[in-house]
């Protein structure tokens, strides 16, 4: 089984991302009632040319999409920053 970290990653290739930095958190949120589930806590930082053009909650829409199987079971937070490669 791939770890939620890679499966993160490759679900948002989709995306072309010309960087991805992805911190788990978890470990901070220890005791947290979504932790006691199982759902992790993520802070994301995504570049990409697709985010060209759109507001932000389009851009956070974007990256919820391909990942939304995975809240809240295996994700229980996810702290986005989507941005263009000029706004990196």
Do not use: C, W
């Amino acid at each position: 089984m791939m770890s939620i970290a890679d499966e993160i990653r490759t679900r948002l290739a989709a995306l072309a991302p010309e960087n991805i930095e992805l911190f788990d958190d978890s470990a901070a949120h220890a005791g947290h009632a979504g932790a006691a589930s199982g759902g992790g806590h993520f802070e994301l930082t995504i570049v990409s040319n697709a985010f060209i053009g759109k507001k932000t909650l389009e851009r956070h829409r974007m990256v919820y999409q391909p990942l939304s199987d995975l809240i809240p079971h295996r994700i229980h937070a996810l702290s986005i920053r989507a941005l263009t490669p000029d706004e990196f």
